[in-house]
């Protein structure tokens, strides 16, 4: 069954303005866009779901900003005008291109939680995230937006994604986030759409574990460091029993805390599986929120998960990553009864955390404290 409280990844559309070299969007739906009516769609099938408590609504892409404002008025206003006991929190996660002071401001009034794009230095950034149109430099762009948000009240967080270009330099990209005041969420790439035929920008699990590893050293040497990383932060949590908003990479039963919406209205297990039919749940146009547990297919993905994570319990750490994302374990690991095909990368990684941590609460937790603070 579905959790009361779900994390939606809505796709308004999956055109972009950047040309990034580890896009995971398969070409083959790389133009479709969500019309209003759709998206309407998506708000009034959740806030209705008799079950639900919460909702965050993600609207994501491709570039969700290409979409325009007159559609994002369009889904506040709908969310407005349905009577419902769900509780509704809004993200979008941008490049930034269209997040001028005009957008910025609109989203703030409507208390949107602001998400960027942004690799670590300008040089391993930019040689990865590129304009179509313009020579502009994504580094600038995204940093000038952070300065924008901090400005304006707001704490800047941004997505990085973990590529050939700066997986060997794990202190420069923590210096680089340091430096700008910009928290940090994790993510591997993929081999998915460009990165599936673009082998140059892929890294090997050992080189993962040795950038979390070396990237979680340079957050552990500063006594007070300013900025967050997830998971790092989840995982030292986790080691201590206290509440955490869930990671989905790292959540038992993750495909009954997220879904993922295409732009014409298909569901699937995460935002990642759109373009991969056999993982679409049905539309909502004929299937309910509340039917989705009852699919085949998520009867499946319960099974694959019991399977995968039975496997795992030999493993000290199986309960801070129960087998990991299973969208890795299918695009990278080509198995989806695998676990996660970065599993040494987070052995090497929990691990490396496992002694940190014990040494340091064992001399009084200050550094430990430090970061739950």
Not at 60 to 80: I, S, T, V, Y
Not at 103 to 118: C, W, Y
Not at 142 to 161: F, K, M, T, W, Y
Request: net charge neutral.
């Amino acid at each position: 069954m579905l959790a009361q409280d779900l994390t939606v990844i809505v796709k308004v559309t999956n055109a972009c303005d950047f040309r990034c070299g580890y896009c995971f969007i398969e070409p083959t739906i790389s133009h479709k866009s969500m019309s209003v009516e759709t998206g309407r769609l998506v708000v009034r099938s959740f806030l209705s779901a008799p079950r639900l408590r919460s909702v965050l609504f993600v609207w994501h892409g491709g570039e969700p900003l290409l979409r325009g404002r007159r559609f994002l008025e369009a889904m506040f206003a709908e969310q407005r005008a349905r009577p419902t006991t769900v509780c509704v929190r809004n993200a979008i996660q941008t490049n930034a291109t269209r997040l001028d002071a005009t957008m910025l401001a609109f989203l703030l009034d409507e208390d949107v939680e602001i998400g960027l794009s942004l690799d670590g230095p300008r040089a391993a950034n930019d040689s990865v995230r590129r304009s179509r149109a313009t020579p502009r430099s994504a580094y600038e762009t995204s940093l000038r937006a952070a300065c924008r948000l901090a400005e304006s009240g707001r704490r800047p967080g941004a997505i990085v994604v973990v590529s050939r270009a700066n997986v060997a330099i794990p202190s420069d990209v923590y210096a680089a986030f340091r430096v700008a005041g910009i928290d940090i969420k994790l993510n591997p790439v993929t081999r998915a759409g460009v990165a599936a035929v673009d082998p140059a920008v892929g890294i090997s699990a050992a080189e993962y574990g040795e950038f979390l590893a070396g990237l979680f050293d340079a957050w552990w040497a500063d006594a007070e460091p300013p900025i967050s990383i997830d998971p790092f932060r989840q995982h030292l949590c986790r080691l201590l029993d206290e509440p955490v908003a869930h990671n989905c990479v790292f959540t038992l039963h993750c495909q009954r805390h997220f879904l993922g919406i295409s732009p014409d209205g298909d569901i699937f297990p995460c935002g990642m599986f759109q373009g991969e039919p056999s993982f679409r749940y049905g539309n909502l146009r004929s299937l309910t929120i509340d039917d989705i547990s009852a699919t085949p297919l998520f009867a499946e993905l319960e099974a694959r998960e019991r399977r995968v994570v039975e496997g795992c319990e030999p493993c000290a750490f199986h309960d801070l990553c129960y087998g990991g994302c299973m969208f890795h374990a299918l695009k990278d690991g080509g198995v989806l009864d695998e676990k996660d095909w970065y599993c040494e990368a987070y052995r090497h990684y929990f691990t490396h955390v496992a002694q940190e941590v014990r040494a340091d609460l064992k001399s009084g937790g200050t550094r430990t404290l430090a970061r739950l603070a």
